[in-house]
């Protein structure tokens, strides 16, 4: 029997949680639920991708320096996923 995740939400996130859920254990049989019939309404508004304020910067810590917060709230996240991996 296999392993099941079930991701509640068909957006970016639940997206990007299965995509990778799916690829660090490729047996895990992966569920997208969404409760409208409108998957990924807001990636789609907002220009495909264009709107991404880190799709253009591929240096971490270029990238890190513009966040509004602070280069130590990002970093952890751009150094495990970042623009090259999309």
């Known amino acids: ?8 939400g068909g ?3 639940g997206f990007f949680c299965a995509v ?3 690829r660090m254990n490729p047996s895990l049989d992966v569920i997208i639920l969404e409760k409208s ?9 907002s220009g495909g991708g ?3 304020a880190t799709h253009a910067c591929f240096e971490i810590d270029a990238m890190s320096k513009r966040y509004p917060r602070g ?3 990002v970093k952890k ?3 495990q996923f970042f623009t090259t991996d999309t």
């Open 1 to 8: 029997m296999h392993k099941k995740l079930v991701v509640i």
């Open 50 to 52: 264009r709107c991404n």
């Open 71 to 73: 280069t130590h709230f």
């Open 20 to 22: 990778n859920a799916a």
């Open 77 to 79: 996240g751009f150094h």
């Open 37 to 45: 019939n409108k998957l990924l309404s807001k990636v789609r508004i």
């Open 11 to 13: 957006g970016a996130a």
